[in-house]
T-cell receptor, first 117, second 116 residues
């Protein structure tokens, strides 16, 4: 069975601090996809990144970066120089890879990030 | 990027009535759509997988006779909550997958259902 664990329920930081959101996953699939989504108070999920299991390169996109380590089954997300607009709930998710990642997603419980001015 | 829409965005209904939620892929064909439910301050839980032209596949614990899913075309899936009760009040989100080299699963904006 697939499982995603986001151990941090809530994190509160002050603006401009760096913050890392942890994600640990379990799967028996050799091919799988990992995702991060942002859910602001409006409720709509905002896609941040998709990573397949064969690509362990870390990725940076502006203030966002992701560290994928298969050895520890982790896919952590770091926000550098956080801003108030980063306040949201962040979900890590996992899908199988048989259909190129188009399978159902298993979500972690989410981490609520609050960035205070 | 691709867009998935949901209608309505918000609905209030009385206990015992039925409500239909539509999920449309606006610029691509989706053979598979997924319906998730999110209770307040909780994660998204998959309810069912909607397959175009065939019966939906429900997750364990989800009543198929209560949550009717119809995927009549490659761009539309509907979820009907029958005989709704207050405990069905939740945020319902659909997603659509497009098989392509650079795959991404697209989520709708969600429908907030309140049953009074």
């Amino acid at each position: 069975a697939q499982k995603v664990t986001q151990a941090q329920t809530e994190i509160s930081v002050v603006e401009k601090e760096d913050v890392t959101l942890d994600c640990v996953y379990e799967t028996r699939d050799t091919t799988y996809y990992l995702f991060w989504y942002k859910q602001p108070p409006s409720g709509e999920l905002v896609f941040l990144i998709r990573r397949n299991s064969f690509d362990e390169q870390n990725e940076i996109s502006g203030r966002y970066s992701w560290n994928f380590q298969k050895s520890t089954s982790s896919f952590n997300f770091t926000i550098t120089a956080s801003q108030v607009v980063d306040s949201a709930v962040y979900f890590c998710a996992l899908s199988g890879g048989l259909q190129g990642g188009s399978e159902k997603l298993v979500f972690g419980k989410g981490t609520k990030l609050t960035v205070n001015p | 990027g691709a867009v998935v829409s949901q209608h309505p965005s918000r609905v209030i209904c009385k206990s015992g009535t039925s409500v239909k939620i539509e999920c449309r892929s606006l610029d691509f064909q989706a053979t598979t759509m997924f319906w998730y439910r999110q209770f307040p301050k909780q994660s998204l839980m998959l309810m069912a997988t909607s397959n175009e032209g065939s019966k939906a596949t429900y997750e364990q614990g989800v009543e198929k006779d209560k949550f009717l899913i119809n995927h009549a075309s490659l761009t539309l899936s509907t979820l009907t909550v029958t005989s709704a009760h207050p405990e069905d009040s939740s945020f319902y989100i659909c997603s659509a997958g497009r098989l392509a080299a650079s795959y991404e699963q697209y989520f709708g904006p969600g429908t907030r259902l309140t049953v009074t």
